[in-house]
């Protein structure tokens, strides 16, 4: 178990830098995707499209492997490589930035077209109404299902073991090379997940309860 934890630090730490730098794309394209400029919404959805389609697992091995695969075949080298670290950060942003793009677009889409219609009749922009107006009531209803999002990527985490990362489960899978014991790894593994997961969604009910009885 005190192998277990360690590993948990580390999956912890990569869901949290991951979901962070999500936010900050999935925000980006969301407005993209509903921008007016074509471009900006042709390119929002292929990056939504692609992510959301493909999964994970393929794009790991895609990034850690086949990039660096194809940039050593094209100068004729074989040193070109991506830390562990690295493409488990990078991939799981990318990964969680779309899925969080969606989530952001739904709720801007769930705010009542006649608040922006009331702020621009009052002299605001675009720009500062979706700012001051639109934004502050959409993170309120989106954050429900961005907990909900750390959970999902918490325990994608998992597949990272493929390439390396001394996650939970690949935590898990050292102790069975060394020990031959894998039913008490795996139950050791589950548990480790499950108090994670358990622990992430009372967190998150208690704060949906106290930001309900705060805006009343």
């Known amino acids: 178990m005190p192998r277990l934890w ?37 390119i929002s959805n292929i990056y939504i499209e692609c992510l959301r389609g493909t999964p994970l697992y393929v794009q790991i091995l895609l990034f850690h492997f086949g990039i660096p695969g194809l940039v050593n075949s094209m100068d004729g080298m074989s040193g070109f490589h991506f830390d562990v670290m690295t493409t488990a950060i990078v991939v799981c942003s990318l990964n969680s930035g779309a899925y969080i793009a969606e ?64 996650e939970i489960m690949k ?12 039913f008490p790894a795996y139950i050791g593994v589950a548990c480790v997940y499950l108090i994670l997961t358990f622990t992430i969604s009372r967190v998150v009910n208690y704060i949906e309860v106290k930001w309900n009885m705060s805006s009343k």
């Not at 360690?6 to 995707?33: Q, W």
């Not at 935590?171 to 031959?180: A, D, E, R």
């Open 103 to 166: 989530i952001f677009r739904s709720g801007i889409q769930s705010i009542d077209r006649g608040q922006m219609e009331a702020a621009r009749s009052l002299g605001m922009t675009h720009t500062k109404a979706m700012q001051y107006i639109i934004l502050p009531q959409a993170v309120k209803r989106v954050i429900p299902p961005l907990c909900n999002e750390f959970i999902v990527l918490l325990k994608d985490t998992s597949l990272l073991a493929v390439i390396g990362v001394t």
């Open 6 to 42: 360690e590993g948990a630090g580390i999956t912890i730490k990569i869901t949290a830098i991951a979901v962070c730098v999500g936010m900050i794309i999935g925000m980006v394209m969301a407005l993209s995707k509903l921008s007016h400029i074509w471009p900006l919404r042709i």
């Open 171 to 182: 935590t898990g899978q050292i102790y069975i090379t060394t020990t031959y014991a894998p």
